[in-house]
Nanobody, 126 residues
């Protein structure tokens, strides 16, 4: 089992920046891909970005492309999400997740991830 712990959420004004971190522990060797998802009140959990541990290949939702950057530090088993040019519609609880399969197929599908963090709130004020 992989355990995930997010940190770094908070309140920021529109146009500002925030960075999130996700530290993985436990059976990290079983994790091939790390993803970030977000869920706003009353909405479904949406894919934000993903990265592979091995090659660092990255994937983004169209809504965040060019504004968010996902990265990883293999030595620290930590994944980061740098969020710039934040908009009020980015307000949500952000979750990091881990999945075993590295193939990019359905990489944005939350059902393909088998470990989740507790989530961290990001609020963007207008």
């Amino acid at each position: 089992q992989v355990q995930l712990a997010e940190s770094g959420g908070g309140l920021v004004q529109a146009g500002g920046s925030l960075g999130l971190s996700c530290a993985a522990s436990g059976r990290t060797f079983s994790s091939s891909v790390m993803g970030w998802f977000r869920q706003a009140p009353g909405k479904e959990r949406d894919f934000v970005a993903a990265i592979t541990w091995s090659s660092g290949s990255t994937y983004y939702a169209d809504s965040v492309k060019g504004r968010f950057t996902i990265s990883r530090d293999n030595a620290k088993n930590t994944v980061y999400l740098q969020m710039n040019s934040l908009k009020p519609e980015d307000t949500a609880v952000y979750y990091c997740a881990s999945r075993t399969y590295e193939t990019p197929s359905s990489i944005g599908g939350s059902y393909t991830y088998n470990a989740w963090g507790q989530g961290t709130q990001v609020t963007v004020s207008s």
